[in-house]
């Protein structure tokens, strides 16, 4: 069974940075496309990041393009994202998540429903 772990998060001023990281554990997932995503207080699971298996192609919510990068490390079983910039409205329980399958190497998904394991989620506050 694939676990995901989620490290990195914590709390920071407006304008810093974090980089947050998802160690798997149980099987590889050098093959499973990954993404991120958000929960804030009261709202839905919201889209944050995604990067297909290979690492070749990523896609980012609007909110935070340019700001945050995803990347992956297929040797060590890990998947990053870099946020730069961040502001209040990013704080949120970041989560991350694999998707068993994929329909060609360079598909991410964005969807939610497209990921079959999740990890527990790490706390990002970033204050004003």
């Known amino acids: 069974q694939l676990q995901l772990v989620e490290s990195g998060g914590g709390l920071v001023q407006a304008g810093g940075s974090l980089r947050l990281s998802c160690a798997a554990s149980?099987?590889?997932?050098?093959?499973?496309?990954m993404g991120w995503f958000r929960q804030a207080p009261g709202k839905e699971r919201d889209f944050v990041a995604a990067?297909?298996?290979?690492?070749?192609?990523?896609g980012y919510a609007d909110s935070v393009k340019g700001r945050f990068s995803i990347s992956r490390d297929n040797a060590k079983n890990t998947v990053y994202l870099q946020m730069n910039s961040l502001k209040p409205e990013d704080t949120a329980v970041y989560y991350c998540?694999?998707?068993?399958?994929?329909?060609?190497?360079?598909?991410?998904?964005?969807?939610?429903?497209?990921?079959?394991?999740w990890g527990q989620g790490t706390q990002v506050t970033v204050s004003s």
């Open positions: 998540a694999a998707r068993k399958q994929y329909h060609s190497v360079s598909n991410y998904y964005s969807g939610k429903t497209s990921y079959d394991y």
């Open positions: 149980g099987r590889t997932v050098g093959s499973y496309p």
């Open positions: 990067i297909s298996w290979s690492g070749g192609s990523t």
